[in-house]
């Protein structure tokens, strides 16, 4: 299924050819769950790890963007995720190109937005239980969840292999 042009090199973009690699694929729902606060800046930190004359890898994506979200709540995570993006792309416009090896960076902006935010998100998760605003209308994560479900099942993804374990 072909969903359009790449705005960067016009490429065709293919969301069949995402889905049929499994790290590809749990990166897509993983970043679809997060909702467009989360996930943008998110893809703009997974970027700045990306070797200059090569691409990152979906494996190696998935893995850094499951260690970002572990490192704190979701609401200081975005405010240090901009903080660090905002101040590396600074650096490579004055011609400092080096990729992000680890997350230590962040953790240092994390440690300055939030001090408190150095815990991990299932700890210090205090939001109300709404996901986000859509056309006015407030949306439960449990409704959210729901869509999501659809919308991968639509795609033909099945949705059972990213489910948590409970317990």
């Not at 790290?23 to 790890?49: I, K, N």
């Not at 939030?114 to 991990?120: E, I």
Request: hydrophobic letters at 35%; one cysteine or more; charged letters at 30%.
């Amino acid at each position: 299924m072909k969903l359009g042009r790449c705005p960067v090199c016009h490429s065709h973009l293919h969301l069949d050819a995402l889905i049929q690699d499994d790290a590809g694929s749990e990166l897509l729902g993983l970043l679809a769950g997060l909702g467009r606060p989360t996930a943008r800046p998110l893809v703009q930190y997974l970027a700045l790890f990306r070797p200059a004359k090569s691409d990152l890898s979906n494996a190696r994506a998935l893995r850094l963007a499951q260690e970002t979200l572990a490192i704190a709540d979701q609401d200081s995570l975005v405010a240090a995720l901009n903080e660090t993006i905002r101040s590396l792309q600074e650096k490579r416009q004055r011609g400092e190109s080096k990729p992000l090896a680890n997350h230590n960076y962040l953790k240092q902006v994390l440690a300055s937005v939030a001090p408190d935010a150095r815990k991990p998100a299932v700890e210090t998760d205090r939001r109300p239980n709404i996901v986000e605003k859509k056309q006015g209308l407030d949306e439960s994560p449990e409704e959210a969840k729901r869509k999501w479900e659809q919308q991968m099942r639509r795609l033909g993804v099945d949705v059972n292999k990213y489910q948590k374990p409970r317990g």
